[in-house]
């Protein structure tokens, strides 16, 4: 079952990236994770009364409002560090997310065994060359190299708090709703600041009403990955699910494949592969 989540959490995971690369291609960053946000607490809202998942609030929920502080900032950092260095080289690195919930399922005693070791070295390697990491080129500028750091550092941390804000499934819904209040407070607060300083937070033909649906697909499979990776962790092994949730660029490359034609380049397929062969291992052992 962790393995089935987990993959799960990916494939979502790597869905939303793609979308949303193609939505801030035409709509300011800000705007697209505000907006579907916004989408996915109105829906995840009315779950929360249908469920009556209110009578699940508690201390736990501070984990959700953390983590819905800490992933816009690290979402932001990411899409800055694209905007002023090769993605070749941004890409591969932000993977690094993956060291905090490793690291957290370590601290907490678990003691993968060989095969699995195994497959997180392989799989992680798979990952980081399935990004396309740009091996030679002009040098990257510090502050690229530290809003990628502070990118992956901001997402491994939301994994790990998303797994501690909830032990039911109600309580899971609960805990997603308010991540997402307080996502829409973070990113609305930053995108008006952005409009303050001379920013857009609409193109100028005005608000894309007809890429609402895609919005909303983006929102909801955001949302729906958050949710499976914190049933993949509580499932089974912490160090195993990370691993196996942190493919999504695997995803995203071959989403580009499918849908824009992109061409993958021979380190790219070679990652894909390796990435496959890793999670058939962890999956194994």
């Known amino acids: ?16 990236d793609f979308g949303g690369g193609l ?27 249908a469920t009556g998942g209110w009578s699940e609030a508690g201390p736990r929920l501070w984990f959700a409002v953390a983590a819905g502080l800490v992933g816009p900032v690290a979402l932001l950092c990411f899409y800055k560090a694209l905007a002023l260095g090769p993605m ?10 993956v060291a905090v919930p490793v690291g957290v399922g370590l601290a907490l005693g678990e003691r993968p065994g060989l095969l699995q070791v195994a497959g997180i070295a392989v799989a992680v390697t798979g990952v980081v060359l399935a990004g396309g990491p740009q091996l030679r080129g002009a040098a990257v500028q510090r502050r690229t190299i530290l809003l990628t750091l502070v990118a992956a550092l901001g997402f491994g ?9 909830s032990t039911t499934v109600t309580g899971l819904f609960l805990a997603l709703f308010v991540q997402r209040l307080t996502n829409i407070a973070v990113g609305g607060a930053a995108l008006a600041v952005s409009v303050r300083r001379g920013g857009t937070a609409v193109p100028e033909g005005g608000f ?10 983006v929102g909801l499979a955001d949302v729906a990955a958050n949710g499976t990776y914190a049933i993949a962790a509580r ?51």
């Open 235 to 285: 499932s089974g092994p912490v160090t195993v699910a990370a691993v196996l949730a942190s493919l999504y660029p695997v995803v995203t490359s071959l989403a580009a494949r499918g849908f824009l034609s992109e061409r993958l380049r021979a380190i790219q397929a070679a990652g894909a592969g390796l990435a496959l062969l890793g999670t058939l291992l962890l999956a194994t052992g």
């Open 23 to 49: 939505l801030t291609r035409r709509t300011p960053a800000l705007t697209v994770v505000v907006v579907s946000q916004s989408i996915a607490a109105a829906v995840l809202g009315a779950i929360v009364l």
């Open 157 to 165: 941390t939301v994994f790990a708090l998303i797994t501690e804000a």
């Open 88 to 97: 070749g080289v941004v890409s591969p690195l932000a993977t690094l997310s």
């Open 208 to 217: 894309p009403w007809a890429s609402l649906p895609a919005l909303a697909f």
């Open 1 to 16: 079952m962790t393995a089935f989540f987990a993959l799960t959490t990916s494939l979502l995971w790597g869905l939303a």
